[in-house]
């Protein structure tokens, strides 16, 4: 239902007054369905009315860093109109011809929404197809890519999952046209 909720509204502000520390671990649901929404600024969520202990131990298990929290809901709501200090995007891409350039889309896309410098973004196409496009050729397994945009710094990062042995240094054509990537 909250998945649903992110999805259908332009964001979601939870009243977490009732909720006891001894049970703040329940609230890692809303980074979890924050992240699989989206994120900011497609899927916007804020805490709201939590107890200085209940705060305390919130930020201690890092629910507020893609959640944020405050005191009231009227400052809940202009917390999730601005970009968050650090914004995150977590996607699989399947082993298929197509995977690099759908990453390059979404480096387009995300760049977008999050506000990136357009450079800053240009130089992570370039990043990500490399990355993608080695983890199509070289595993033929899923690739997840996650994207972290922080005040000063853009992350990416690629897992590749790889379903045989270890890869293997293969000897270096220095006529060809390939084979010079990471």
């Known amino acids: 239902m909250t998945r649903l909720a992110l999805l259908d509204s332009p964001c979601v502000m939870v009243d977490v007054s009732g909720l006891q520390p001894a049970h703040c671990i329940c609230a890692q649901f809303f980074p979890s369905a924050l992240s699989r929404t989206g994120g900011w600024p497609w899927s916007k969520l804020a805490m709201f009315g939590a107890s200085p202990m209940l705060g305390e131990m919130l930020r201690r298990h890092r629910v507020t860093t893609p959640c944020r929290s405050t005191s009231g809901a ?22 298929e011809a197509v995977a690099p350039r759908r990453a390059r889309a979404l480096v387009t896309e995300v760049g977008g929404a999050w506000l990136v410098p357009d450079e800053l973004t240009e130089t992570a196409r370039l990043v990500v197809t490399e990355l993608v496009t080695n983890a199509v050729e070289h595993t033929g397994t899923q690739c997840r890519v996650r994207f972290e945009y922080a005040t000063t710094s853009l992350g990416i990062r690629a897992r590749a999952y790889f379903s045989a042995g270890l890869p293997q240094l ?11 990537g990471l």
Do not use: I
Request: positive net charge; hydrophobic residues 35%.
């Open 74 to 95: 009227r400052t809940a709501w202009a917390l999730v109109q601005d970009r968050p200090n650090c914004v995150r995007l977590s996607r699989v891409f399947v082993p």
């Open 170 to 180: 293969r000897k270096h054509d220095t006529e060809a046209v390939r084979g010079r």
